[in-house]
């Protein structure tokens, strides 16, 4: 009790705020709000058809796509490049195929991603060994 652990991110190296700092849980749901109404407007429009059953099927596919995709290469999906956030590895490089397909079906399972750290990272992220920050 009463012990100071610092500000979230201080254990990665990282700034305390601005650009580079760990991204606040606001804006990252934010984040996964945008993604999750696109690949349901892909899923419904594209390949379901019109059935809005098939569609949330759909979409959990069209999820795992588009992260794996985004994220591996320019590291953000679209809604986190709109909330100016960036997944990155624990080093601050860019994180690799399996770390990042790893990450998206730990985020998959939702659970994984309720589970954070003292730092605000999910067990989805901290397994991966990333880290969402501001740009």
């Given at each position: 009790m009463g012990v100071d652990f610092g500000y979230?991110?201080?254990?990665?190296g990282l700034p305390e705020q601005g650009p580079g700092s760990v991204a606040r849980v606001g804006r990252r749901f934010a984040a996964?709000?945008?993604d999750w109404a696109l690949c349901m407007v892909i899923a419904y429009g594209l390949l379901a058809?019109?059935?809005?059953q098939a569609a949330g099927n759909w979409?959990?596919?069209v999820f795992l796509v588009l992260s794996a995709l985004t994220v591996g290469t320019i590291?953000?999906?679209?809604?986190?490049?709109?909330?100016?956030?960036r997944v990155l590895a624990e080093n601050g490089e860019r994180l690799g195929a399996g770390r990042v397909?790893?990450?998206?079906?730990?985020?998959l399972l939702v659970i994984p991603a309720l589970v954070w750290d003292r730092d605000g990272r999910g067990l989805h992220d901290r397994l991966a060994r990333a880290v969402q920050v501001r740009i």
């Open positions: 979230r991110g201080k254990r990665l996964v709000f945008i058809r019109g059935d809005q979409a959990l596919g590291g953000s999906t679209p809604g986190k490049r709109i909330l100016g956030l397909i790893t990450r998206t079906v730990l985020l």
